[in-house]
């Protein structure tokens, strides 16, 4: 299949994009691909294609934008039931780590997914699949951490790897055990971190062998926070979890500074996320490292608070910034990285670019597949979408409604383009 006539073809060649190089669309005005089995084969202008592949089937995308499908690396894409009742409360004055430590919160889901079937689980996630996917995601991060004991936790990593099976949206998973203190060990954290570290990891690592063997590991990823880990009870999880061969992740200084970000650097963490409270000792830590600063502007958004991820300190220094969505029922119920890239250029002050670039070629650096996704070059995955737009920059100028027109996912074709359908 050859797809010609973009009216800007984003490649975003080139690799990860640290710093000031943030932003580097490497745009193809006229621009085609050649996409077969899956894979990119040719990058180029439209003439220059057409005539080097004169008997490919064609698509013409009517001088429209092409880009890398979105990639999503933070999300707690699998839960049961809603909390409809406590947004009602935190939009009139109750703090969120309040509502946490009275058990409502991360709690109140982990009560409503540990009743949960296996089918339940897929049934009332499968749909924030399909809107991520229509909205233009590709590829998204998705965690455990609702099941805060043994068997709940690998219910979620299965229905997980059910919907990776069946859905086009492709998963990278992350096991998020330390997402909270679970009700029965409240006045015992350590010793669920103890849980967590002598038992769980170890049974995820076996667990995985038997179901999992054609993927890659997931990640393990910590809840470093007040009222949830502390930073001695993150290391030692982490610690082990690197030991065990399990690649890592940390929330860290969402609502406040523990050095989060910092252990993240230390230990050679894929990726530190959250991000707002961060020091600037920790921002040069990052930014000495290989580990991605993934900022989640939908939730500060989501919980109508002030601050937001301090990007331009991050580009400064040098740093790996990408964005995500937090897809999750308590603080940022979003499956669109359309959203985040409007929220990240309005609140983290960063250009339609530099947040296109955060959250394609970045976002995958962040979840360690840079090398196979997020960016148009040969010899990648086909993963791309065509916008009903011209112009590159109407994403995050415009938000609120869905820009995308078709979604291409390992070059097979999926419309998400919305019409009027009358019943009859
Ligand atoms: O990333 N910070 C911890 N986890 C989520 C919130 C999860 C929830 O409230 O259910 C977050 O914001
Ligand atoms: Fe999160």
């Avoid at 990860?16 to 040719?42: C, E, F, M, W, Y």
């Avoid at 063997?213 to 982490?238: G, H, M, W, Y």
């Avoid at 992740?249 to 406040?256: G, L, P, Q, R």
Wanted: glycine fraction near 8%; aromatic fraction near 6%.
């Amino acid at each position: 299949m050859l797809i010609h006539s973009a009216s800007q073809l984003l490649t975003l060649k080139g690799g990860p994009q640290r710093g000031k190089a943030l932003g580097t669309l490497n745009i193809i005005s006229d621009g085609a691909v050649v996409i077969q089995d899956g894979k990119i084969v040719a990058v180029g202008g439209s003439e220059e294609l057409k005539s080097a592949y004169p008997q490919e089937p064609r698509m013409d995308a009517g001088q429209r934008v092409i880009l890398p499908g979105f990639v999503d690396p933070h999300t707690h894409l699998i839960w049961a039931g809603d909390r409809a009742n406590e947004f009602e409360l935190k939009m009139s004055g109750v703090p969120y780590l309040d509502i946490l430590a009275q058990g409502g919160g991360i709690l109140s889901t982990v009560k409503a997914t540990r009743t949960a079937s296996l089918e339940t689980l897929i049934a009332q996630t499968r749909p924030r699949l399909f809107s991520m996917f229509a909205h233009g995601t590709t590829t998204a991060e998705a965690k455990t951490g609702y099941g805060l004991q043994t068997a709940t936790e690998l219910r979620l990593l299965k229905a997980l790897l059910a919907l990776n099976d069946e859905s086009p949206l492709e998963l990278a998973i992350t096991f998020l055990g330390a997402h909270a203190i679970p009700a029965e060990y409240k006045d015992n954290p350590q010793g669920y971190t103890d849980e967590v570290t002598n038992t769980m990891l170890p049974t995820l690592k076996e667990w995985w062998q038997t179901h999992a063997p054609n993927l890659p590991p997931p990640f393990v990823d910590v809840f470093c926070e007040t009222k949830a880990f502390t930073l001695e009870q993150s290391r030692q999880i982490l610690t082990q979890a690197g030991s065990l061969g399990f690649p890592l992740k940390i929330h860290a200084d969402e609502f406040d500074n523990l050095g989060g970000a910092s252990l993240a650097a230390e230990l050679g963490a894929a990726s530190a996320d959250h991000l707002v409270k961060t020091s600037d000792a920790d921002i040069q830590a990052l930014a000495k490292s290989d580990t991605v600063a993934v900022a989640l502007p939908c939730t500060p958004f989501g919980l109508a608070e002030r601050d937001y991820t301090p990007a331009g300190k991050i580009l400064s220094a040098g740093g790996l910034l990408a964005l995500a969505t937090d897809c999750n029922p308590g603080t940022s119920w979003n499956e669109s990285m359309q959203m985040a890239l409007a929220l990240a250029c309005r609140y983290m002050k960063l250009t339609p670019a530099q947040a296109i670039a955060a959250a394609t070629i970045n976002a995958a650096h962040a979840i360690r597949r840079a090398e196979t996704i997020g960016s148009i070059e040969v010899g990648k995955q086909a993963d791309l979408l065509i916008l009903a737009v011209e112009d590159y920059r109407q994403l995050g100028y415009r938000y609120g409604s869905n820009l995308v027109k078709k979604v291409i996912k390992r070059g097979r074709i999926y419309s998400v383009d919305t019409g009027y359908h009358q019943h009859a």
